[in-house]
C-alpha cells in the first residue's frame, strides 16, 4: 500500500537556519502530495501541495517539490523563525483519492533564539 | 480559522462504556473525516462522509461508527470503548477534489 517516511525527530534548528525536512514515499502511480503543519495545541493545517512530477509547492516561505524520479517530496525554507516551531507532516494522496489522505509520522522541528 | 468545533476537548471514560464525540462546522464543505492521532503513526483515518448519510471506511475503522444526519454534524461512536482507543480524534473537513485542509483542535480521549 502507499506509505510516506520522514526522517526522524526532533530537529532544532537556530533563527535564521536553513531547514530541510526530508520526505520520501511509496505509492502506484502519480500521487498526489501535501505537507501539513501542527502548531502546539491546535490541529493540522495544509501548508502546501503540488500534483504532478516536478510541481513546486510553496506557501509562507516554505517550498518542495515533487520529484518523481527520486519518490521525494521535501520541505525547505530558507530562514527559520521561532514561529516555525510545530510538528510539520508529509503526505500524499491517490490519483483521484483525495479522501483517503496517507501521512507521515510527522517530524517535530524545534527553533530557538 | 476555519470554523470547525470539536467537542467534548477532553474525556476520561472506563472500558466498555459508549462514547460519542462530536464534530461540528460551520463552512458548509460537504466532505467530513474523523482521523485519530497516535505517536509512531502519524494521523490515520477512520471514516469519512461525503454527504449527508454517505459514509465510507478508512483505514482503521473497526470498533467506530458514524452518522451525519446533517451538514454540518459529524458524530463517531465508540461503541464500546478499549484502551487502544485511547487517542488524541481530529475532525476535519473539505470541499470535493481537494484533502482534508481544515482541521478541528482536536479531542484527547482517555480509555482507563
Known amino acids: 500500500g502507499d506509505s510516506v517516511t520522514q526522517m526522524e525527530g526532533p530537529v532544532t534548528l537556530s533563527e535564521e537556519a536553513f531547514l530541510t525536512i526530508n520526505c520520501t514515499y511509496t505509492?502506484?502511480?502519480?500521487?498526489?502530495l501535501f505537507w501539513y503543519v501542527q502548531y502546539p495545541g491546535e490541529g493540522l493545517q495544509l501548508l502546501l501541495k503540488a500534483t504532478k512530477a516536478d510541481d513546486k509547492g510553496s506557501n509562507k516561505g516554505f517550498e518542495a517539490t515533487y520529484r518523481k524520479e527520486t519518490t521525494s517530496f521535501h520541505l525547505e525554507k530558507g530562514s527559520v523563525q521561532v514561529s516555525d516551531s510545530a510538528v510539520y507532516f508529509c503526505?500524499?494522496?491517490?490519483?483521484?483519492?483525495?479522501?483517503?489522505?496517507?501521512f507521515g509520522t510527522g517530524t517535530k522541528l524545534q527553533v530557538i533564539p | 480559522d476555519a470554523g470547525i468545533t470539536q467537542s467534548p476537548r477532553h474525556k476520561v471514560t472506563e472500558t466498555g462504556t459508549p462514547v460519542t464525540l462530536r464534530c461540528h462546522q460551520t463552512?458548509?464543505?460537504?466532505?467530513m473525516y474523523w482521523y485519530r492521532q497516535d505517536p509512531g503513526h502519524g494521523l490515520r483515518l477512520i471514516h469519512y462522509s461525503y454527504g449527508v448519510k454517505d459514509t465510507d471506511k478508512g483505514e482503521v475503522s473497526d470498533g467506530y461508527s458514524v452518522s451525519r444526519s446533517k451538514t454540518e454534524d459529524f458524530l463517531l461512536t465508540l461503541e464500546s470503548a478499549t484502551s487502544s482507543q485511547t487517542s488524541v480524534y481530529f475532525c476535519a473537513i473539505s470541499e470535493p477534489r481537494t484533502p482534508a485542509a481544515f482541521f478541528g483542535q482536536g479531542t484527547r480521549l482517555t480509555v482507563v
Open positions: 505509492a502506484t502511480g502519480y500521487p498526489s
Open positions: 463552512e458548509n464543505h460537504r466532505y
Open positions: 503526505a500524499l494522496a491517490p490519483p483521484g483519492g483525495y479522501q483517503k489522505v496517507t
